[in-house]
């Protein structure tokens, strides 16, 4: 029988549902079980594909090509289980499939309202697409209370009574606030919290309270006194100096024992083995050399944005013994920099990564920054518009087209970059009309990439076929090719038809490499991305040739 785990929020927003719920997960893993994990958001959009990064912060994109929440990233580095599109919804999707339902006439000239149809299609969602997992974990965005997430509540509410209270669990992340003049932990706010969530029908199983210091015996009393719930049921989230310490810190306060003891199997639960997270503690807490990555974007304002980027360069350090020490550089400034100004901000830095984005914003600077490195012969790496970049400035400044640029940002301009209208997918021919909508119609999710043999590209995989996951609506037109090749950035690696670029490099450089897909989705703390721990190899190389 599944064992159902829900994992809400209380309080206030960002405590950290997310990383609890991976951590969790991973613990729950590293004892032999397998595990699913998914994320329901009360949000009317349909999903966060047409969200500003200010607003919500990275899009992560599955293997099959959903735009979810960031999340779903830490669900997959934290597990190294793929998520799917059945591993995430929005209140938007739900209203949207009641509604169509509706109009194609599957309730049957029923009355349609939120209970029962939104909750039971909310129930549907739950229990969609499960096969032989023993745990499925879904963690409810917001924070109880939120008016949007009020259904969300009454479904897993009626969810738990179907399915059977033993098989079910609910956390209840809260925040203890510490007053500094007072010298103590407030417990009021999650009383207070608790309560809200009994109101809904729910009663917590397990409290997880995040907290700067340690909870004391009169902490947990009053907890337990006024949440009615055990003392050993309340456990200590305390603050960590990096995430890969959570699966260390929560199973030493206790978590996994006791949501294994809420389902009755910790007399039978396998030992938990957590000697890879200890590694790579251990890695990070004792590097054997540093290097210093300046990463190039627009949205550095709200780091949220490059998520799985910033965990990628960590991962490919701890898999080198090295500590990465990122510099973000907002793109947008650098524009109006002068020559001494520009130098001074990368001068001190081994390697220069130009990551994805939208729209036209800071683009000048982003070039700035691609010429320097590949005048300076400094590491690069260029992600999805980071590639489109790199061709630009490479035909601007070395094939001498001074209007070269991309359809997205000048339309009177020699469009290298043109928006895509056909492309294959499972053998199937992708048509994007010009009038379509904004969200969800990019070439997303993984395709594959054939590369040839002999090319960096090449070095770095191992292989000639790849699978990488995209997010873009625009590409590289394929007839520059031999312009390109002439005076050195070689396309080395292409979609299985030919017919689209997905990976250039450039000779005679010592690590020039961009691709058309995000990487950043794949990578892992035990397995760094291929792409990433080359580019911090080469960065590596090029500190010690300055030194």
Request: proline fraction near 4%; charge should be negative.
């Amino acid at each position: 029988m599944i064992k159902y785990v829900f994992i809400l929020g209380g309080v206030v927003s960002s405590l950290g549902k997310g990383i609890a719920s991976a951590t969790l997960g991973a613990l729950l893993q590293s004892r032999g079980y397998k595990i699913r994990m998914r994320k329901m958001d009360p949000y009317l959009n349909l999903d966060p594909g047409t969200m500003s990064p200010y607003q919500h912060g990275e899009v992560f994109v599955t293997e099959d090509g959903a735009e979810t929440d960031l999340d779903l990233g830490h669900y997959e580095r934290f597990s190294g289980v793929s998520c799917h599109k059945t591993d995430s919804i929005s209140g938007g999707r739900i209203y949207n499939n009641v509604l169509m339902k509706e109009r194609r006439g599957d309730y049957l000239g029923a009355t349609v309202q939120m209970i029962p149809h939104v909750t039971d299609e909310l129930k549907r969602f739950l229990d969609s697409d499960l096969t032989d997992e023993d745990f499925v974990l879904y963690e409810v965005g917001g924070t109880v209370g939120d008016i949007e997430g009020t259904l969300f509540l009454e479904a897993i509410r009626q969810f738990a009574n179907d399915k059977g209270r033993e098989n079910c669990c609910f956390i209840y992340l809260t925040l203890l606030p510490y007053i500094e003049t007072a010298g103590e932990l407030k417990t009021k706010p999650t009383q207070q919290a608790v309560k809200k969530l009994l109101e809904a029908g729910i009663q917590a199983d397990v409290l997880l309270c995040r907290s700067k210091k340690h909870l004391g015996r009169e902490e947990r009393r009053k907890l337990s006194l006024f949440c009615n719930i055990n003392e050993k049921d309340v456990i200590a989230a305390l603050d960590v100096k990096n995430i890969y310490e959570l699966p260390l810190s929560y199973h030493k306060e206790g978590l996994d024992v006791q949501v294994l003891n809420h389902f009755h199997l910790l007399d039978k639960a396998p030992e938990v083995d957590l000697s890879n997270w200890k590694e790579i503690i251990r890695r990070m807490d004792h590097p054997e050399k540093e290097t210093r990555i300046a990463v190039v974007g627009k949205y550095c304002s709200l780091l949220e944005a490059y998520k799985s980027l910033k965990e990628s360069l960590i991962h490919a350090g701890i898999s080198l013994d090295c500590k990465v020490l990122i510099d973000w550089v907002d793109s947008e400034k650098l524009e109006s920099l002068t020559d001494e100004e520009f130098e001074k901000t990368f001068n001190s830095v081994h390697g220069i990564l130009v990551p994805g984005g939208f729209g036209n914003r800071g683009i000048l600077g982003k070039i700035k920054a691609i010429t320097y490195a590949r005048e300076h012969k400094i590491p690069f790496f260029g992600i999805c518009l980071g590639l489109q970049l790199a061709v630009i400035e490479f035909c601007q400044n070395v094939l001498g087209i001074a209007d070269a640029n991309s359809s997205e940002f000048d339309c009177a301009c020699t469009p290298l970059i043109n928006k895509m209208k056909v492309w294959e997918k499972d053998g199937e021919k992708m048509i994007r009309p010009d009038n379509v909508d904004m969200g969800g119609t990019m070439r997303l999710g993984a395709y594959p990439c054939h590369i040839k043999k002999g090319t960096l590209a090449y070095k770095i995989y191992g292989k000639e076929e790849i699978s990488e996951r995209h997010r873009h609506r625009y590409e590289l037109d394929i007839s520059f090719e031999e312009k390109l090749k002439e005076k050195g950035l070689l396309i080395s690696g292409k979609s299985p038809d030919g017919l689209l670029p997905e990976i250039i490099e450039l000779k005679g450089h010592p690590f020039f490499f961009a691709g058309q897909f995000h990487p950043e989705f794949k990578s892992r703390p035990f397995a760094p991305h291929p792409v990433f721990k080359a580019f911090i190899e080469a960065a590596l190389k090029l500190e010690e040739v300055q030194e």
